[in-house]
């Protein structure tokens, strides 16, 4: 390898599998390949579900051994979740799944003491059952917390156990629900008020921070030769995603694709407006002072649900199929809380269907028509809200993720939204994860230096905007009526 190309580890943790990708990057290029993929499978025990933590950090030592010789290592995953820690570092159990149901009904316990506008003008974040904040509010009476002195969110903790350092990385810290996006700094009126110990938390790291040094024991195992450096990245997968939307201007909306749709804009200040709240927006943190506006949508959760109560038949011959089925047949809001939970997606799709008047779809094809429509439907209307809520207007949709691999759902996007979509790089957490210590190591300028490196060396594909907007206005207005 050439002295003026450094090998960077992404480790890059998703709600259903992890992997380890290798960035190489130079003064003019950028390559990535995967090391190690493994999958990530929530466990459902007797007090509910959970992450299998330890698996995953087992693979992220396959990787890293299978990586090799790296310069630095960096680790992003899913947000709010979180490991215990006691006294002696030890960890109090598997953490919590975000979709366990311990969730129900403490919003509204929250509320009572800060009401939903107050808390969404103290904090910018969206509503959603799951922030970090409604999770510790539910924990609140447990043995585990009670025990706990160390909070850790999911890849702050591997982190730890790699480097024996602790540190709450910012944009992950973000998704809490317990950091003022203006002041970028904790929130600690709100957490005094609802009586959460912010001292559970380790000191802020800002991304491009080190945040320690492989162990002894660690190198040990991966057979790499220290010093290997741990790199604070955009420890939230979307903030090391939007890093890479390979934007060349800022008249532009980006769509996270992948379990998730994240849909908005990449902002200088978040809106906290009440017509911003009850639109349900979210103003999360990101590189460089920016601030990742944006929605929550179910997203490919909802095919990935199908697949699996379809045994997992071929996704290519689906998709051809579901092209043929004629479009907005049906369509149901893909933001609904109601398909949060796992199991019979199938029949709660119908069943929704059939509840607001419309064609029950019953093939997987017609089943996964109405999906893909509900979700280019879903990224319109964000794409749309964020715009007028922000005043913010553009002019191209950038989709990155694992969606991008999805040429119907990136065309039906397009011809939702009327705009252009460029769709790629698919690994975008990856490569804005390999970015960010690129940058920290000297090799990369600001965010716009390393979007143009990302544009002249990423596979990119556009589509233009087809067929009859009116059909997509109209669509929208039937699902606002029922």
């Known amino acids: 390898m ?16 992890g992997r380890v990708m290798v960035g190489r990057v130079g003064p003019d290029s ?45 680790i992003d995953s899913w947000a709010v979740d979180y490991g215990l820690l006691d006294a002696d570092g030890a960890l109090l159990g598997n953490p919590v799944h975000y979709r366990d149901a311990r969730t129900e009904g403490v919003a509204e316990k929250v509320w009572a003491t800060v009401p939903a506008p107050e808390l969404y003008a103290a904090t910018g974040l969206q509503y959603a059952p799951f922030n970090t904040l409604y999770q510790l509010t539910a924990a609140r009476s447990t043995t585990q917390l009670a025990h706990a002195q160390r909070l850790l969110l999911i890849p702050d903790l591997l982190t730890y156990w790699l480097t024996g350092q602790q540190g709450t990385e910012l944009t992950n810290a973000s998704t809490t629900q317990l950091i003022d996006p203006r002041t970028r700094e904790w929130s600690y009126d709100i957490a005094a008020r609802l009586g959460i110990d912010l001292g559970l938390f380790a000191p802020l790291r800002q ?93 490919l959760w909802l095919l990935q649900e199908c697949l699996r109560a379809w045994g997992d038949p071929d996704l ?3 998709l051809l199929d579901a092209a043929k089925v004629p479009a907005l047949r049906s369509v149901v809001d893909a933001g609904d809380a109601a398909f949060l ?52 207007p553009v002019d191209v949709v950038h989709v990155v993720g694992g969606g991008t691999r999805n040429a119907l759902l990136c065309q039906l996007t397009a011809d939702a939204c009327g705009l252009p979509v460029v769709a790629g790089p698919t690994e975008a957490a990856a490569l804005g994860n390999v970015l960010v210590q690129a940058r920290a190591h000297g090799l990369v300028g600001d965010l716009a230096g390393g979007r143009r490196l990302l544009t002249r060396t990423q596979p990119l594909t556009r589509y233009e905007p087809r067929g009859d907007p009116e059909r997509w206005r109209e669509a929208q207005a039937r699902l606002a009526g029922s």
């Open 341 to 392: 939970a796992p199991g019979r997606m199938p029949e709660r799709l119908a069943e929704a269907c059939r509840a607001s008047g419309q064609p029950v779809p019953e093939s997987p094809a017609e089943i996964t028509r109405c999906i893909l429509d509900s979700l280019a439907l879903a990224h319109r209307k964000a794409v749309e809200d964020a715009q007028r809520l922000a005043d913010h």
């Open 30 to 74: 950028l390559e990535l390949s995967e090391a190690h993929r493994f999958p990530n499978r929530p466990v459902r025990v007797p007090e509910g579900l959970r992450w299998d933590v330890l698996s995953l950090y087992g693979g992220v030592l396959d990787g890293l051994r299978a990586a090799s010789q790296v310069d630095s290592i960096g």
């Open 2 to 17: 050439s002295a003026d190309v450094k090998s960077y580890a992404a480790v890059d943790l998703g709600a259903s599998s």
């Open 207 to 299: 991304p491009g921070e080190t945040a320690g040094v492989l162990r002894a024991e660690v190198l040990e195992e991966t057979g790499l030769t220290g010093p290997v450096p741990v790199t604070a990245v955009g420890s939230h997968d979307t903030a090391s995603a939007v890093a890479a939307v390979p934007a060349t201007g800022e008249r532009f909306a980006y769509i996270c694709t992948g379990t998730w749709s994240l849909a908005g804009l990449e902002l200088d200040a978040p809106v906290l407006t009440e017509e911003s709240r009850t639109a349900n927006f979210t103003n999360e943190l990101g590189l460089d002072g920016t601030v990742r506006y944006l929605r929550n949508i179910m997203g």
């Open 316 to 318: 290519g011959e689906l």
